[in-house]
């Protein structure tokens, strides 16, 4: 650690963050190396961001490219790196439009601005509430805060964005119940809720959202901020469940580093959006729309079927080792029920070279989904021992 950038941060930056006392400053894929120098597998890549790893060769050579041409030009002009990701995303997953900003809460907003832009053209300007799930996450802005079904976020900041109703995950009669007495808009959910400690929606309740906004004509609008991008073994998890949303939102993994939202809109919204009605000063960011390219062009089946295995790997070290309660999640996005605290295994983990995340009372990982197998075993077994511990 340089005694300097903690002072500096401690001195200068709003304390949002609890920090680990640990200062990263360089690293390649899965393997990351702190100022002290000492080594780390990396089970975090960056709360899900870092897709291909820290510093991936054909991700850098890709931004550095766009790097030299140009790095931004405003939504005035035409750029042909966002454009071309459009494609790839609508060509992937069916959805009709893209709309491009930052950051996964700002995806949010968007879709949140489509649903009711939509449900009052469409049905009435009553129909403006967005119904989301208890322990969902969707953002940190006044809007996204609101929709995230956990009142802990919510106390120090009233009043929130009005038009939001919270329901219990998998209660398909309280959804639509929820959705019928306030005329809503859409229903937003996560199909693993990740900030909520990694916890997957069953199947029955998903897809009988999914029968509900086709017959109603609510929306029905899946945050793929963590979950998407190859996240969990399908290009996005709505696709395990082998439904269509009418919106789709993601971002983290998608610019493997750099700042990139995506909102994608299905046939019955692709035309919401006209001029001025939403936009996002550096959304569609050519070098960051480069990188992103570059990931997403390497997510095929075969590395997803890659991403499977991998997660199949972690889950069978792990079932039913000593110290480990239960397993969740999907592909490579993992939550740990551990005998003792999380802090504490994670701290274990730490000081045997392994990063990991927590969330919620559960450990949680989310490592690159290119990470060497090496790499994937060496973390894997210190963190089966940091669990008996
Ligand atoms: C991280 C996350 C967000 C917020 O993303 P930011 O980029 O921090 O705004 C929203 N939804 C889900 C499901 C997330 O995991």
Redesign the pocket.
Known sequence: MHEDTMALDKAYIAPTYRRFPIEIVSGHGSVVYAADGRRYIDMTSGIGVTAFGVADDLWRQAIAEQLARVQHMSNLYYTQPCARLAQLLCERTGMKKAFFSN????A?ECAIKVARKYAAEHRGKECFTIVTLENS????TLTTLAATGQAQFHALFQPLTPGFAHTPANDLEACIRTAEENRAAAILI?CIQ??GGVKSLEPAFVQGLADYARRSGVLLMV?E??TGNGRTGALYAYMHYGIRPDIVST??GLGGGLPL?ATLLGEKVEDVLGPGDHGSTFGGNPVCCAGALSILGRIDDAFLAEVRAKGKHVFQALDGAPGVVSLSGRGLMIGIETVKPAPDVLKACMDRGVLCLTAKDRVRLLPALNISWDELKEATAVIRAACAM
């Open positions: 950051s996964g809460a700002e949010n996450f969707h953002g940190r996560e990740g900030e945050d901020v963590q971002a983290k939202g």
